[in-house]
């Protein structure tokens, strides 16, 4: 079966899955697995918003079973109060948010595709109302940058190869960086030079000269994407504790020629 079959499948039954709970309300398929399913392709991610009944957010935030009890997941980062990038065991991968109705007035996101609702559920919430993002309280954790990074890694290596070359080169060499830099203080304590609080890569060289020496293994240009994905999980390999299912996937993608 072609993968972009297996996406609207697993939608499909993710959205079953929703309705069988008796206490969701709908699901909400975003970008390619919203209005623009033409766009799908086998390096396709499933971006979605399960809405659930309210004061069931959290039930469906820490319990997983609506989505293991479809197929296992292999790998699960929460990276929003209500959401996760998570990997399925066929090798789908999802990034998930779990949300009230009300909560879909304050959040920004772009116009989706209802794939099911319940007859109770208001569709005219689904349209967008803002583009003020909310504060993320997970975010800036140690946790949080290490999976974002990968994240990037994963996605924009899927970009590169679907043709979209300067956003998956942003995702590689700009964004999955900007979370290395996070974590470099992890790595090597900084020398004595002023940090500039709103631009970390000031000073970056003689702050942190010795992981500043990989930088150009990181940043190797748009042609070389997959090089720089590698040694940016290499790096990260060898100083974190990755996760061994987003370590083989990122390889895997980068054997691809």
């Known amino acids: 079966m072609q993968k972009t079959q297996r996406l609207l499948e697993r939608l499909n039954a ?20 919203g209005i623009e399913t033409e766009r799908m392709d086998e390096y396709s991610d499933l971006d979605f918003f399960a809405i659930v009944k309210p004061g069931f957010r959290d039930r ?19 990276n929003t109060v209500n959401g996760y990038k998570t990997l399925f065991e066929d090798d789908i991968f999802c990034e998930v948010g779990v949300l009230e109705p009300h909560e879909l ?13 319940d007859d109770s559920f208001d569709e005219s919430l689904c349209v967008p109302q803002t583009k003020q993002r909310d504060e993320n309280p ?11 990074a990968l994240t990037n890694l994963y996605v924009g290596l899927g970009r590169v190869y679907r043709g979209e070359i300067l956003t998956g080169t942003r995702f590689i060499q700009s964004y999955a960086i900007d979370h290395v830099l996070a974590l ?6 900084a020398l004595p030079h002023t940090e500039d609080p709103f631009n970390p890569e000031r000073r970056y060289e003689f702050r942190y000269p010795q992981t500043s020496q990989y930088l150009p293994t990181f940043i190797q240009g748009y042609e070389r994407n997959v090089e ?5 999980l290499t790096f990260l ?17 980068c054997t691809r020629q």
């Open 184 to 189: 470099t203080s992890l790595v090597e304590t």
């Open 14 to 33: 993710i959205a079953a899955s929703l309705k069988d709970s008796g206490n969701a309300l709908a699901l909400l398929g975003l970008g390619s697995a």
């Open 228 to 232: 720089s994905a590698l040694a940016i």
């Open 60 to 78: 469906f935030i820490e319990n997983l079973d609506w989505l293991t009890d479809i197929c296992p997941l292999i790998y699960t980062f929460r």
């Open 105 to 117: 007035r304050t959040i920004p996101f772009t116009r989706g595709r209802l794939i099911w609702k």
């Open 237 to 253: 390999e060898r100083y974190f504790v990755v996760s061994p299912v987003m370590s083989t996937a990122i390889r895997e993608l």
């Open 138 to 148: 997970v975010e800036g954790t140690d946790e949080w940058h290490l999976g974002e």
